[in-house]
């Protein structure tokens, strides 16, 4: 669980980075990869739960 969560953060923090920072190199398929990842660990983690 810990694992996911820590994952989960991650996958969080690099949405955000790419939302935040122009100079983001990331398009829009790196934010939707991301944003799907976070929505897949959000939901494995409160299956677990």
């Not at 923090?13 to 934010?31: E, H, P, Q, R, Y």
């Not at 939707?32 to 959000?42: C, D, F, I, M």
């Amino acid at each position: 669980m810990k694992e996911k969560i820590e994952q989960l953060e991650y996958a969080k923090d690099a949405v955000m980075a790419c939302l935040k920072s122009a100079n983001c190199s990331v398009d829009f398929k790196g934010i939707v990869y991301w944003a799907g990842v976070v929505e897949r660990l959000r939901r494995e983690i409160i299956e677990a739960i």
